[in-house]
């Protein structure tokens, strides 16, 4: 019984963690479309729709962990397998976007402009989903939740694509290279194809 507490308690830890990532998430996405929109900044954008994807990922996950520490019995793997599959397959749909918007961005000729605000929002991930994905991975891995742990692959990818974002748009304001903007986006894409197959590798390996 103290090890199903302990469990519990750990897991209620992790809800919360989710619930601050998805409130980061949607202050994150919005800034970033909104941004990119108004800059005309295809990474921006397409960090953006990572985002939204992160967003629906953590609500997939907070779903699940209601489940589990609402429960009489704590099971860590109670619904694991439609949440895993839903917060990889998300990843998978910003692929075609991605790839769509960079090449209409490439065929029109659009300059992507500077974007303080951006670079604002990207310097916020920075130092902010270093944390989450500490804490998810944690707790994640303590309490052998799957959900969780991909959760924080994503937070992992998006920090690393946080990075790639600062880098360019800052580049972009001092320097004023609007085709870093086409670079980042590619570097991101790649980010979003690794993370979106390691995903589905990790939930095909535990359920077969």
């Known amino acids: 019984m103290a090890v199903q507490s302990d469990t519990k308690m750990l897991l209620k830890s992790g809800l919360w963690i989710e619930y601050a990532s998805l409130t980061w998430m949607a202050i994150e996405g919005f800034v970033s479309i909104y941004s990119g929109l108004m800059a005309w900044s295809l990474a921006l954008l397409a960090f953006g729709g990572d985002s939204v994807v992160e967003l629906l990922s953590s609500v997939a996950v907070v779903r699940h962990l209601r489940i589990i520490t609402n429960s009489q019995t704590l099971d860590t793997h109670m619904d694991d397998s439609?949440?895993?599959?839903?917060?990889?397959?998300?990843?998978?749909?910003?692929?075609?976007?991605?790839?769509?918007?960079?090449?209409?961005?490439?065929?029109?000729?659009?300059?992507?402009?500077?974007?303080?605000?951006?670079?604002?929002?990207?310097?916020?991930?920075?130092?902010?989903?270093?944390?989450?994905?500490?804490?998810?991975?944690?707790?994640?891995?303590?309490?052998?939740?799957?959900?969780?742990?991909?959760?924080?692959?994503e937070s992992a990818t998006c920090f690393l694509m946080s990075i790639a974002l600062l880098?360019?748009?800052?580049?972009?304001?001092?320097?004023?290279?609007?085709?870093?903007?086409?670079?980042?986006?590619?570097?991101?894409?790649?980010f979003v194809i690794r993370e979106a197959t390691d995903s589905i590798r990790e939930v095909s390996a535990k359920h077969h």
């Open 82 to 153: 439609r949440t895993e599959w839903v917060t990889a397959m998300l990843l998978f749909s910003l692929i075609p976007v991605i790839v769509l918007g960079a090449t209409y961005s490439i065929l029109t000729g659009i300059q992507p402009e500077a974007s303080p605000l951006g670079i604002g929002v990207a310097f916020g991930a920075v130092v902010i989903m270093p944390i989450l994905w500490y804490q998810k991975k944690r707790i994640g891995k303590m309490c052998n939740c799957l959900p969780l742990e991909i959760d924080a692959s």
């Open 167 to 190: 880098i360019g748009l800052v580049i972009n304001y001092f320097f004023t290279l609007p085709w870093i903007d086409y670079l980042v986006t590619m570097v991101i894409l790649i």
